[in-house]
């Protein structure tokens, strides 16, 4: 009847109408991040600004994959001869599966698909690599930079090229079109939050006798 009072509005439907500042703000950073991604993206395809350089970005990316690492390490366990050094390449053999875990977790709870322009043309994938939250090469260069910069002794020239490879791979992975941007910053972020959880439950023959006793 005239004159009553309208109904109010369902709780869903005033939200709809009344976004929040947050939600506002979050959609205009993924537009951001979507945009600049793709921008950025220039080595995503062989017609793309920077085309030619995609073979060398993929020679990055191998060098940055889970796999060379984890047989790499494990091949220089089973060589060492010093039990100091058996120490360390356990803990990164450790490091480098926690990394493999953790990524693969993100990425099966949050699902964000790759950017479109991606050609799926990845070096030995997996189920969950079709997903692109975080970028896996960026976690793991984060945490064998830290790793090899803390445990390993180098010359000041050689932990500038260990920055730096950290720092190109995870540049890489936005060339190539493998993931946003945003995916790469958290990749970083987690792989430096990971090391800290390896050294915290850090592997000594005090600590876990049972794995040294098999080398």
């Given at each position: 009847?005239?004159?009553?009072?309208?109904?109010?509005?369902?709780?869903?439907?005033?939200?709809?109408?009344?976004?929040?500042?947050?939600?506002?703000?979050?959609?205009?950073?993924?537009?951001?991040?979507?945009?600049?991604?793709?921008?950025?993206?220039?080595?995503?395809?062989?017609?793309?600004?920077?085309?030619?350089?995609?073979?060398?970005?993929?020679?990055?990316e191998v060098s940055?994959?889970?796999?060379?690492?984890?047989?790499?390490?494990?091949?220089?366990?089973?060589?060492?001869?010093s039990s100091a050094?058996?120490?360390?390449?356990?803990?990164?053999?450790?490091?480098?599966?926690?990394?493999?875990?953790?990524?693969?977790?993100?990425?099966?709870?949050?699902?964000?698909?790759?950017?479109?322009?991606?050609?799926?043309?990845?070096?030995?994938?997996?189920?969950?690599?079709?997903?692109?939250?975080?970028?896996?090469?960026?976690?793991?260069?984060?945490?064998?930079?830290?790793?090899?910069?803390?445990?390993?002794?180098?010359?000041?020239?050689?932990?500038?090229?260990?920055?730096?490879?950290?720092?190109?791979?995870?540049?890489?992975?936005?060339?190539?079109?493998?993931?946003?941007?945003?995916?790469?910053?958290?990749?970083?972020?987690?792989?430096?939050?990971?090391?800290?959880?390896?050294?915290?439950?850090?592997?000594?023959?005090?600590?876990?006798?049972?794995?040294?006793?098999?080398?």
């Open positions: 009847p005239a004159g009553a009072a309208a109904a109010p509005l369902p709780e869903e439907d005033c939200m709809k109408l009344n976004p929040s500042f947050v939600g506002i703000a979050l959609s205009s950073l993924l537009a951001i991040d979507l945009w600049a991604s793709k921008r950025l993206g220039v080595c995503a395809g062989e017609g793309s600004a920077w085309g030619s350089a995609r073979p060398l970005m993929k020679v990055i940055g994959h889970g796999i060379p690492w984890l047989l790499g390490t494990f091949y220089g366990l089973c060589q060492s001869d050094a058996r120490e360390v390449l356990l803990n990164l053999l450790f490091a480098l599966v926690l990394d493999l875990l953790m990524v693969a977790a993100v990425k099966a709870l949050v699902r964000r698909p790759r950017p479109t322009h991606n050609k799926m043309d990845m070096f030995v994938t997996i189920s969950v690599d079709k997903y692109s939250f975080p970028s896996g090469h960026a976690t793991r260069a984060a945490l064998v930079c830290r790793f090899v910069l803390r445990h390993l002794v180098l010359a000041v020239p050689l932990r500038v090229l260990v920055v730096l490879w950290a720092l190109i791979v995870s540049i890489s992975r936005v060339m190539l079109g493998r993931h946003n941007m945003t995916d790469v910053l958290f990749g970083l972020l987690l792989g430096y939050a990971l090391y800290g959880v390896v050294e915290h439950c850090w592997l000594s023959p005090a600590t876990a006798p049972a794995l040294f006793a098999l080398w």
